[in-house]
């Protein structure tokens, strides 16, 4: 068993459409990261969270520490939003340490 | 300005070659790591420098060596490459080496080994 994992692995959409993506981990943490892969192949940062909830424009991460979850929403889905979500999280042991969930390909067609 | 930077974004070499890829930052930061993300698009982390000081160094082939000249570079060097090096090779940076701190990718450098 995978110490992070994602799902759906895969999810198309059409636009408009509300998404989630899902991410639980099995190891200790005090923090996790939600990163977004571009088609290009860039990474970037989308949040850094360590409870409750954070917003940025149409997206939304939530995290629940006791129960191990945290959910990627995205209000509105947009064509643009097409890419990989991946969920990170920190080892206690070595905080800057990040495991890596597989990823989730999200496209979402006009 | 780009934040972390790459050279090569693309690195064509033969079986048995030594080649290096070259990460740095601009942000100013101390820490700096380099990843490997296979064919599955899985990333794994290789090295992470602390103010040019070694502190993470997950079982990576001894072919692989990591030089941080200052701490706002980390290049990584390889010996005597195999097929199964080819991925994308990924430099990140972030203030310092805490959980809660985001960290910054580079555009990554995709190696190919014929």
């Known amino acids: 068993k995978n110490e992070v994992e994602q799902s759906p692995q895969n999810l198309t959409a059409q636009e408009g459409e509300f998404i989630t993506i899902n991410c639980s981990y099995s190891?200790?943490?005090?923090?996790l990261h939600w990163l977004q892969q571009h088609p290009g192949g860039g990474i970037v940062s989308l949040f850094m969270?360590?409870?409750g909830k954070k917003k940025h424009g149409r997206l939304i991460a939530t995290i629940n520490i006791q129960e191990k979850h945290s959910s990627l929403h995205i209000t509105a889905s947009h064509p643009r939003d097409s890419a990989v979500y991946i969920c990170?999280?920190?080892?206690?042991?070595?905080?800057?340490?990040?495991?890596f969930g597989e990823g989730t390909q999200l496209t979402v067609n006009p | 300005d780009t934040a972390v930077s790459q050279t090569p974004k693309y690195l064509v070499t033969q079986m048995g070659n030594d080649k290096s890829i070259k990460c740095e930052q601009n942000?100013?930061?101390?820490?700096m790591y380099w990843y490997k993300q296979d064919s599955k698009k899985f990333l794994k982390i290789m090295f992470s420098?602390?103010?040019?000081?070694?502190?993470i160094n997950e079982t990576v082939p001894n072919r692989f060596s990591p030089k941080s000249p200052d701490k706002a570079h980390l290049n990584l060097h390889i010996n005597s490459l195999e097929l199964g090096d080819s991925a994308v090779y990924f430099c990140?940076?972030?203030?310092?080496?805490?959980?809660?701190?985001?960290?910054?990718f580079g555009p990554g450098t995709r190696l190919t080994v014929l």
């Open positions: 942000l100013g930061h101390d820490t």
């Open positions: 420098y602390n103010n040019k000081e070694l502190i």
């Open positions: 190891v200790g943490i005090s923090a």
């Open positions: 990140a940076s972030s203030q310092d080496y805490l959980a809660y701190n985001e960290q910054f």
């Open positions: 969270l360590s409870s």
């Open positions: 990170a999280v920190p080892q206690e042991t070595s905080g800057s340490r990040l495991t």
